[in-house]
């Protein structure tokens, strides 16, 4: 049997996952605080038969993503209490041949909010009923926050609502109430501003205000639209980046039995994304340039000597 001796292996793994940051994130870990381990990021199909094989290979840990968050909470060998009430899992490690899991998403969500905020007592809208946000609802509800989900998919929201005892506003409705209805902290946890997609109003600029924490789960682009318009309303801003980041650091100190320093390791953590997403920025200005420039540059290709005005 092959296994690692010198290195440990860990990776994500999900699909698709290409488009994964956390090995730039936990890379740049290892390297600030000379831990010796690798992480990769690692399509998974079936996820059963790939975790046995990941076992086989060596590896210590894994990050799970879309869509294998719920299938990982069902072939974990073992989870804690909470990870049982969120019914999925987003971190495994590897005991002996068998696969122990938690979740950490809900403890990036809190962190990331309380360096900025307190929690308890707070008025929170979470908007969305997914994954994201059945992650968030608990972390919020753990920390005393009064939450109000809302959703578009009335029957999706309402079950998130009843299962953790929340008040549920239809997101149709959301403005015309508005009025009765003053939030201190707003968590964004659709797929709205994702990169690619067509920008989605969730709602009008006016429903923020200066006073309010904002944040955005979705980290591309780093300040969404709908954190852009947050912002110009004198809101405080979280960008989703802060989330992915703590969820990393708890899912490390999970697998490392240790906390990790603000400095080097979380502060080395955060520039690796800031960094990467600004290449990725970069990239994609580069490619989307106007149909004018692409045939400038086109013509300047074939004919250097061409200038154009």
């Known amino acids: 049997m092959i296994k690692p001796v010198h290195t440990d292996l860990f990776a994500v793994i999900g699909n698709p996952v290409r488009h994964s940051l956390s090995p730039v994130m936990m890379n740049a870990a290892f390297k600030a605080l000379n831990i010796p ?67 950490t998403d809900w403890m990036g969500a809190s962190k990331a909010l309380s360096k900025v905020t307190p929690i308890e007592g707070k008025r929170v809208l979470v908007l969305g009923a997914g994954g994201a946000a059945r992650a968030v609802t608990f972390g919020l509800k753990r920390q005393g926050a009064n939450v109000t989900v809302c959703n578009r ?25 508005r009025r009765g209805l003053q939030f201190d902290i707003i968590v964004q946890c659709t797929s709205a501003g994702l990169t690619d997609n067509e920008p989605t109003i969730l709602v009008s600029e006016s429903f923020f205000h200066p006073g309010m924490v904002v944040m955005d789960a979705v980290y591309r682009p780093p300040y969404t639209p709908f954190l852009l318009s947050a912002r110009k309303a004198g809101a405080t801003v979280i960008s989703g980046i802060e989330m992915l980041l703590y969820q990393g650091v708890e899912q490390l100190e999970w697998w490392f039995s240790m906390s990790i320093p603000e400095s080097p390791g979380i502060s080395a953590m955060r520039e690796a ?33 061409l200038t154009v005005p």
């Open 37 to 103: 381990a690798v992480y990769v990021a690692l399509q998974a199909d079936q996820l059963a038969e790939d975790l046995k094989t990941l076992s086989l290979a060596g590896f210590r840990g894994l990050s799970v993503t879309v869509p294998h968050k719920e299938l990982a909470f069902r072939f974990a060998h073992e989870v804690d209490e909470v990870t049982e009430f969120i019914g999925a899992v987003n971190t495994l490690m590897r005991r002996g041949s068998a696969w122990v899991g938690i979740n």
């Open 153 to 177: 998919c009335v029957e999706k929201g309402m079950a998130l609502a009843k299962l953790f005892r929340c008040e549920f506003v239809p997101l149709a409705l959301l403005e015309k109430i």
């Open 273 to 305: 994304l800031l960094n990467a997403l600004s290449e990725e920025e970069k990239c994609s200005s580069e490619l989307n340039l106007c149909p004018e420039s692409r045939r400038a540059s086109a013509s300047r290709a074939r004919n250097p000597s």
